[in-house]
């Protein structure tokens, strides 16, 4: 199954692909996890796209579409992968259809994760993630350990209101047009973001069965 997570920050996409991708056996590829990771290890990547991130605004297209490409190249994505934070623009969308029409392969779903804009900021203003293996705590374990690996849990430096407000922002200008993307070309799931983290996954999981 090839699944595309779309929705704005703080949705639930990370939440959510954690558990589909265990449910359905798929590799999860967050561009948002990669591109910390490059920041953490200081790499020439990451030194790119650290100012971007801090400042709430997407990372360059050419970069990222890059960084998608040779990982779907790896063979765990062979038999499926669910994308959590890519495409993000029309453009992103476009060179992932290039590449798997390539390869002969399309999406199966893109499942849209909807919540309104007090929810985001009201989530965000909370999150907690480790600072090791960068788990996003549940919405009750602000104040634990991690329970993936019991590293420190931090809040993450794009979370401070000014850049969740340009977030938002560049959701809405550059991601949004997306929905019509998807929707247009047949394979668009709307899906609720609210109610308990089971909920979401239950109805997201009904969809993804049908
Ligand atoms: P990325 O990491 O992808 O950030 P995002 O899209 O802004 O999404 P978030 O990770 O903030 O939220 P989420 O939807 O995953 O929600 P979560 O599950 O954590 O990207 C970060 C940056 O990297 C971008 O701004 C950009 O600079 C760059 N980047 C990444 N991809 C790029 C691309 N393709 N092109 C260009 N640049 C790119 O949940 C949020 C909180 O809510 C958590 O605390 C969670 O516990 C809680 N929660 C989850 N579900 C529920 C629920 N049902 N009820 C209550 N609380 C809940």
Redesign the pocket.
């Known amino acids: 199954m090839r699944i595309v997570?779309l929705?704005?920050?703080?949705?639930?996409?990370?939440?959510?692909?954690a558990r589909i991708s265990e449910r359905y056996g798929i590799p999860h590829i967050?561009?948002?996890?990669i591109?910390?990771e490059a920041v953490k290890q200081g790499t020439q990547l990451g030194r790119r796209?650290e100012s971007?991130?801090s400042?709430?605004?997407?990372?360059?297209?050419e970069?990222?579409i890059g960084i998608?490409a040779e990982r779907l190249r790896q063979p765990d994505c062979a038999k499926g992968f669910l994308l959590?934070?890519?495409?993000?623009?029309v453009a992103?969308a476009k060179a992932l259809d290039k590449a798997l029409a390539e390869t002969g392969c399309h999406l199966d779903a893109v499942v849209n994760?909807e919540i309104d804009d007090a929810?985001v900021v009201r989530?965000?203003s909370?999150?907690?993630?480790c600072g090791s293996c960068g788990a996003?705590?549940?919405?009750a374990g602000?104040s634990e350990p991690c329970a993936s690996c019991g590293g420190e849990l931090i809040t993450?430096s794009?979370?401070r209101p000014e850049a969740v407000r340009r977030?938002l922002q560049?959701?809405k200008e550059q991601t949004e047009p997306l929905v019509e993307y998807y929707s247009k070309a047949g394979i668009l799931c709307r899906e609720l973001?609210?109610?308990?983290?089971d909920?979401?996954f239950d109805r997201v999981s009904q969809t993804l069965d049908r």
């Open positions: 997570l929705g704005a920050p703080g949705a639930g996409k990370g939440t959510q692909a967050s561009t948002g996890d591109l910390r796209a971007y991130m400042r709430g605004e997407l990372v360059p297209d970069v990222v998608v959590d934070g890519f495409p993000r623009t992103q994760l929810e989530r965000l909370s999150r907690r993630v996003i705590a549940s919405p602000t993450r794009d979370d977030r560049v959701y973001a609210v109610g308990t983290v909920e979401v």
